[in-house]
């Protein structure tokens, strides 16, 4: 098997003698459409398909996977920059608060 592999808007390569599974070595990928298979000359078969899965692991041995792909569960309710913006205008909200809260603070101990 060789080709790329996405999930959550997250992309690896698959090289030669590498496989994908599930979440565990027990777990198959739950394939639930085969979108396009075709036989490619001097390459081999072409398969596009999707499922679903919360992890996917790529590597040389069940047991040791190489790489890892894991959704959260935001990535299914919300597209990944619209997650990154609000991660990002909660931290900023965070530290401006931290600061008016110190400022305030040190001015109501000057005071005393």
Do not use: C, H
């Amino acid at each position: 098997m060789e080709g790329k592999i996405r999930m959550a808007e997250q992309e690896r390569d698959i090289k030669q003698n590498q496989f994908i599974m599930g979440e565990s070595a027990n777990t198959p990928l739950n394939i639930q459409e085969i979108r396009n298979l075709q036989i490619v000359p001097k390459k081999g078969i072409e398969a596009r398909f999707s499922g679903k899965t919360k992890e996917i692991q790529i590597g040389l041995d069940p047991d040791f996977p190489v790489y890892q792909i894991q959704g959260s569960w935001l990535d299914g309710v919300l597209p990944r920059d619209v997650i990154i913006a609000l991660f990002s205008f909660g931290a900023a909200t965070v530290a401006n608060l931290l600061s008016w809260l110190f400022s305030n603070a040190s001015k109501s101990s000057s005071k005393s």
